[in-house]
């Protein structure tokens, strides 16, 4: 076949490639603890499940508005207004099938040969994956352990060249449990107002879900950058719905007609009925997320002093989103060569460090997003295992 060249290039999402052999491994009779996958564990809330099947019966059966529907992109002004207390035009907000749609029309409309676009490393695989397809240079921005895997803004800077056409922020951030400080991105921000040539995309899929009292920071607060910055969100992590596929982006004056293009090239529109549930989601009650953070908040300390008592791992406390990224050096193995073998010894699925980019080794990822009692009996295994290898 004469496949494209640049089909070569796209990588993957490995977390999706460990449930599949957790899976096989299940079917053939293993007891396999899965701490691979980015989802939440928990149901979608009733009151949001209710209101897709509503809309079933009553007949969103049809195409929508490219963009979605009118009512849903004024849920979603609201809800920015509410969190991160800023106005935005409802034109502006495109509904899509999940979070990654607005990464991979970002990546199509700056990544070609001859461009560099920074992105973190480690972090989300799409990222480096979806660069590298476009034909654009991948530059890291390395984020490290020693400063709670945030990143020093003038090396950030310092990274910028002619050439560059995208940075690529997340926060919080997978696989780190990261979270960039007011601080640092206050100076990115200064600093970018050097590079007017620099389109932002903010990556915030996990804004409301951190720790500590810590709040949230979000780039489209800054009115300095609002012109070329993009906002990447979704209802997957927040509400617990991976499975209904339903995100939005806020794209500038300037980018908004481009994205509608795309999204009219790809999917023609969101699905109406998961539309309207995720309408209920923003405007009804918000007590099943703070149920889920609460749990997620115990998961996490459970999880993290479990780690960090097992000879050879060490452990930073996540400050958000739902996942412990434990240096494993101490263990003298590589990071895939663990993931192998708790996988096939312990029965413990986990993501290894370097499928989140080359700064990903010396560490494994692990999804919190399990019962304590699974938690426990994952870390449990992990410590045997580690003994006996
Ligand atoms: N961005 C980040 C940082 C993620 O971790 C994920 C999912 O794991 C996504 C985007 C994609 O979200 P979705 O599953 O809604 O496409």
Known sequence: MNLARRMSRLGTESAFEVLARAKALEAQG??????GIGAPDFHTPANIVDAGCRALVDGYHFYTPAKGLPDLRAA????IKKYRGVDVDPNHVMIVPGGKPTMFFAMLMFGEEGREILYPNPGFPIYESMIEFSGAKAVPIELREESGFTFDP???LAKITPATSLMIINTPANPTGGLIGKAELDRLVEGLEAHPHVTILSDEIYSRMTYDGLEHQSLLAYESIRDRTILLDGWSKTYSMTGWRLGFGVWPADLIDQAERLQINSNSCP??????????AFRGPQDEVDKM???FDERRKLIVDGLNAI???S???PRGAFYAFPNITGT???SRDLQNLLLTKAGVATVSGTSFGAMGEGYIRFSYAAGTEEIERALERVANCLQTA
């Open 271 to 280: 699905s109406a009925p998961v539309q309207m549930a995720g309408i209920e």
């Open 30 to 35: 293993h007891d396999i603890i899965n701490l």
């Open 293 to 295: 953070m609460k749990t």
């Open 76 to 79: 979603v002004t609201e809800d």
């Open 332 to 334: 003298g193995m590589s």
């Open 154 to 156: 003038d090396e950030v």
């Open 311 to 313: 000879p050879g791992f």
């Open 315 to 317: 452990c930073v406390m």
